[in-house]
């Protein structure tokens, strides 16, 4: 098993998004579409070091 891996795809549009995969199961996507490959992979990069970072918060039922 190699562990959680990001993935980058190209859009039909040229853009490019971000996926986040573990064992077959997506984990994760990106929100937003990056016009380019080099500034979806920084975005991972700067997730990547956040994430370690990150709690967990619990919304309240209305």
């Known amino acids: ?3 959680p891996t990001f ?3 190209e ?3 040229g853009a490019f998004r971000w996926t986040l995969h573990d ?8 929100g937003d579409a990056y016009p380019t490959r ?8 700067r997730l990547k ?3 370690p970072e990150a709690g967990v918060a619990t ?4």
């Open 38 to 45: 080099q500034v979806a992979a920084r975005r991972i990069q």
């Open 59 to 62: 919304a309240e039922s209305p």
């Open 11 to 13: 859009t039909d549009a």
């Open 1 to 3: 098993m190699t562990g």
């Open 23 to 30: 064992d077959g199961t997506v984990l994760a996507t990106s």
């Open 49 to 51: 070091c956040v994430v």
């Open 7 to 9: 993935r980058i795809v």
